[in-house]
């Protein structure tokens, strides 16, 4: 299927600590649906992708987020992985290039731990999702209705649990992508 020909996306990812099947399942699928990834980060060089606690592959950088724009991607999809959102939440570039998406009502696509960064944005609020069930509480106090179910879809913005969600995860993420902007999905603030 090409769904998503012609579409740019953005997966932001710190120099290390991303899920490595959160990252490499969703590109597979952007890739399949026609869609063209981009691996975003805050360094050139590589990033360090991890099997749960193990140093897993090393994946090229296409663009640092300070020279990235919002406006030049179609969707952002942001792993998981417990240090990979908690660098981002740190690094104010990539929290407001984050929040962009939100702001410009483009799809976004969360799994795992990403909620972290979503949190430091300030865009849950209001909005039904799903995360990591250690990240329920953080959630609920950012104004989220959080539930615990595979996939939550809210007005083109995606979240899953963990890599036992990737298949309807990335089936979803494609749809929301090739779907497009959705006004609901602006950011309150």
């Not at 300030?122 to 996939?151: C, F, H, I, K, Y």
């Not at 995606?158 to 959705?182: M, Q, W, Y």
Request: aromatic fraction near 8%; include cysteine.
């Amino acid at each position: 299927m090409n769904e998503l020909t012609g579409k740019r996306i953005a997966f932001v990812v710190a120099p290390e600590g991303a899920e490595q099947i959160e990252l490499t399942e969703p590109w597979k699928a952007v890739r399949e649906a026609g869609g063209q990834p981009e691996l975003v980060s805050t360094s050139l060089g590589e990033i360090q992708a991890f099997n749960h606690l193990d140093r897993g592959d090393k994946f090229p950088v296409d663009r640092v987020v300070t020279d990235a724009s919002p406006d030049d991607y179609d969707g952002l999809i942001l792993p998981g992985g417990v240090a990979n959102p908690d660098f981002l939440r740190t690094d104010p570039n990539a929290v407001r290039f984050v929040k962009t998406f939100f702001t410009q009502q483009k799809p976004v696509a969360a799994i795992c731990h990403a909620s972290w960064t979503l949190i430091e944005a300030d865009v849950v609020r209001g909005r039904r999702m799903t995360s990591w069930p250690s990240l329920q509480t953080d959630l609920r106090n950012a104004g989220a209705d959080w539930v615990d179910q595979e996939v939550v879809v809210d007005s083109g913005f995606v979240t899953s649990r963990n890599p036992n969600d990737l298949p309807a995860f990335c089936g979803k993420l494609v749809e929301e992508i090739a779907e497009g902007k959705h006004r609901a999905q602006a950011a309150s603030t």
